[in-house]
């Protein structure tokens, strides 16, 4: 949060109005400001500079012997699947730019394509109205202001989103569909528990218990500014125990002995991270690659389009339409308070309101419903 408001004072705030007096500042100005973001407010990020090293093909060997592919990891920019000899003369030789792998080749496409709207959304604007208006609440508290003019602004309306949701029937064809795919593990983790994208990423191979059941969620993994930093979760209730059903602990057992199997072959080359969802090599994926492979693999089943967090909905909605118990759905998803769990499910759809109208019908007409209708028709 620290971070992100700065950002939003860095980018949005201080280029317009970071010249003046703070008791230069008031509504009207906020307003202005406002509606300039809205127009034209958006900041592209420079790029990082990578190291420019170029992949070679090399020999590579498990530690029983065994010849091991030179470079097939999904994440490289460029692969080789080849099992080089040792007289190979390739080894040592650059990998031609053709061996670019699909997702980064997708990635490049996606980008070239991509044209950004000059303007911020409503959201980001409403954010850095809040920043304002915190720092306006401290300029007063110090002296440097009379009162928190801010608040006689006028933030943009942010439109309320449907929340998009998959069925039973489409979650099961999302994980039949990615059964081959190197995190399915993580995929029914997440549809069986509803756990965030950030806790998935975090998810410690030392706190899963197979025997026991269980995984402990104490560390997440999230993205800051462009950059990954590990954090201790949102809330207290955020850390807890998560019990696991018979089919997602086969799921993460099969998954741990993959695991097992490739630190026996990559050896020395093995760098253990310690987290439970990682590459080949121990690496962990970055958060947002794991909301890329998600969207490939939903698209690729031709399921309608969501975000990786409305799955973690999918998941709250059934447990609500099943008639689960708030106080036990509310401590499996790490909500703080049940009540916000009950204000974010309660039950909106037209199906559920038919049902609310035909039960209340019949409770006050009772026994008459029949021959009412039928005089009604008549």
Not at 37 to 53: H, N
Not at 288 to 293: G, L, P, V
Request: charged share 30%; aromatic share 8%; glycine share 6%.
């Amino acid at each position: 949060m620290v971070q992100n408001w700065r950002n939003y004072a860095a980018y949005y705030a201080v280029p317009y109005i970071g010249s003046r007096d703070v008791r230069e500042i008031d509504g009207a100005v906020c307003d202005a400001l406002y509606a300039k973001l809205l127009a034209e407010g958006r900041v592209k990020a420079r790029p990082k500079k990578q190291p420019s090293t170029q992949a070679v093909h090399m020999r590579r060997l498990a530690k029983d012997g065994r010849e091991m592919p030179c470079r097939p990891y999904v994440y490289d920019t460029v692969r080789c699947y080849r099992k080089h000899a040792e007289n190979d003369p390739l080894i040592g030789q650059p990998i031609e730019s053709k061996k670019l792998g699909r997702r980064a080749a997708e990635d490049a496409a996606e980008a070239a394509q991509r044209k950004l709207n000059p303007g911020l959304e409503p959201k980001t604007v409403v954010n850095t109205h809040r920043m304002l208006h915190r720092a306006w609440e401290d300029f007063a508290t110090w002296g440097w202001a009379k009162r928190n003019v801010v608040s006689d602004a006028h933030p943009p309306r942010v439109p309320r989103k449907g929340r998009k949701v998959w069925t039973v029937t489409q979650l099961q064809r999302f994980l039949q569909h990615a059964r081959s795919d190197r995190f399915f593990a993580l995929w029914v983790l997440e549809a069986t528990s509803g756990m965030r994208r950030c806790e998935l990423a975090g998810a410690r191979r030392e706190l899963l218990d197979l025997d026991a059941g269980t995984l402990s969620i104490e560390i997440t993994r999230v993205v800051v500014d462009g950059r990954v930093i590990e954090s201790d979760g949102k809330t207290e209730n955020a850390q807890h125990v998560l019990a696991l059903d018979p089919f997602t602990l086969a799921a993460l057992r099969a998954h741990v002995k993959k695991l097992d199997q490739e630190r026996r072959d990559l050896g020395p080359e093995y760098q253990d991270h310690g987290v439970l969802f990682c590459w080949e090599d121990g690496r962990p994926p970055h958060p947002d690659t794991i909301t890329r492979r998600f969207k490939t693999l939903a698209a690729a089943a031709g399921l309608p389009e969501i975000d990786l967090h409305d799955v973690r909905h999918s998941y709250a909605t059934l447990g609500r339409d099943a008639k689960i118990d708030w106080k036990a759905l509310s401590q499996r998803i790490g909500h703080a308070d049940v009540a916000f769990t009950m204000k974010q499910y309660v039950q909106t759809d037209l199906e559920a309101d038919r049902q609310v109208a035909t039960t209340l019908a019949e409770l006050i007409i009772g026994g008459s419903l029949a021959s009412v209708t039928q005089t009604a028709t008549a």
